[in-house]
C-alpha cells in the first residue's frame, strides 16, 4: 500500500554554513506517484532525499509519510541508493530476506515472489559477487521491497550500470512501483530517466535549493522511448529546465539516447 508524502516547509542549514541549502521547500506527493527530482549536482536533491528517508533532520519544517512526522529511517519508506551495498559472503536470497531477518520475520513465499518479481529465482542460491552490476542491483531493489514499504527512494539508483541495463532496470521499477502500489521518489541527473519513469518532474535551482517548477509526463507505462511522444516530453521538460535554472550543461545533467543528439545539434548550431 503507497503512502503520501507531505514535505511542509522545509529549509536547511548544514552546520558550520551560514547560507541554507534547502530553502521553504513545500510539496505534496499523492499516495502512489512516480515523482523524479532534477537538479545539477550540489543543489540538494540527496540533502532532501535523505529527509524524506528520516536519514537527516531539517533544521525547519519537517517530512510527513501517511500523515506521521519522518523522524528516524524506517522499513516503511526505503532507500536505494547508487552503490547496491549488499553483504558478498551471502546468497541472493539472504541478501533479499536480510530486513525481514533483521526484523526476527521469515516469509520464504514472499522472497520466492520477489526473487520472480525482479527476475533472479534462478540465481536465488548464487553468491551476489558473481552477478552483474544490474543483477545485483535488482538484488538491492528486491530487499528494498521485502519489509512492505508504502515509499521506495532512490537516489541515481542506476547511474553506473551501462545505457541498456539502465533502460531495462528503470522499465521494471516503474512497472514494479506500479504493480506494488508504492508512491516513488527518485533522484537523477538524467533526464530520459525521469522521462522513462516519472508522473511528475520536479525541477530544483541551487543555492539555495528550492523546487522552481514541474512537468506532469502524461504517457502510459511501460514508456516507449522510441515515439514521437516520449521525445516531446523529453525537449518540453529540458527546455523548462534549461529557462528555470539555466543551460543544460552535459557534465551535469546526463542524456542518453536523442536528447545526447539533440544537445549536439544545439552545439553545432551555436
Ligand atoms: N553533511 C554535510 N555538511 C555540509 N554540507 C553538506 C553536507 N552534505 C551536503 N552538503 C552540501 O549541500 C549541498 C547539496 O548537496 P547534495 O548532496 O544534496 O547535492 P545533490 O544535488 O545531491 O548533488 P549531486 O547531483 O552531485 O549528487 C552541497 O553543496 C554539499 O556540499
Ligand atoms: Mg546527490
Known sequence: MSANISIDFITHTFKGQTDPTLNNIELKIPAGERVALIGRSGCGKSTLLHMLAGLLIPTEGCVRIHGHQVTRPSAKWNM???????YPWMNVRQNIELGLTFAGQKNPEKIDYLLDLVGLSEKAE???????????????????????????LLDEPFSALDAFTRATLQDEVARITGQEDLTMVIVTHDIDEAVAMADRVLIMSANPGEIVGEEQVDLPFPRDRSRAEFSRARE?????????????????????????ALDDSKQQAA
Open 126 to 152: 548464487e553468491h551476489v559477487q558473481s552477478l552483474s552490476g544490474g543483477q545485483q542491483q535488482r538484488v538491492a531493489l528486491a530487499r528494498s521491497l521485502a519489509t512492505s514499504p508504502e515509499v521506495l
Open 236 to 260: 518540453q521538460l529540458m527546455t523548462k529546465f534549461d529557462s528555470l535554472v539555466g543551460d543544460v550543461k552535459p557534465a551535469e545533467i546526463r542524456q542518453t539516447g536523442q536528447s545526447k
Open 80 to 86: 536505494m541508493f547508487q552503490k547496491p551495498s549488499l
